[in-house]
């Protein structure tokens, strides 16, 4: 079982930045891709950004421009560092590795975006 773990969550100015880290228990070269979502209250979960294995990157239109999917495998986190914020995207985000047919989550962590 692996097990992910977020941080870097909390409350942030609309406008302002904050950086997400995902860290796998485990060899994070092993997975073909991590994505990050986010779900606001009352939402659907909604995909934010993806990054393959072999360092493909897409984005959410929303969010182009402004985030930025990054890794570091030495440290086996997954980054994502999320620039002028809006109130819109506060949500709980969590993070998904995806190995062959198997797919683990991270538990989630709150970010609060204030007008």
């Known amino acids: 079982q692996v097990q992910l773990v977020e941080s870097g969550g909390g409350l942030v100015q609309a406008g302002g930045s904050l950086i997400l880290s995902c860290a796998a228990f485990d060899d994070i070269s092993r997975f073909q891709s991590i994505c990050w979502y986010r779900q606001a209250s009352g939402n659907e979960r909604a995909w934010v950004a993806t990054m393959s294995s072999g360092g493909t990157i897409d984005y959410a239109s929303s969010v182009k421009g402004r985030f930025a999917i990054s890794r570091d495998n030495a440290k086996n986190t997954v980054y994502l560092p999320m620039n002028s914020q809006k109130p819109e995207e506060t949500a709980v985000y969590c993070c998904?590795?995806?190995?062959?047919?198997?797919?683990?989550w991270g538990q989630g962590i709150q970010v609060t975006v204030s007008s």
């Open positions: 998904r590795a995806v190995e062959v047919t198997n797919i683990y």
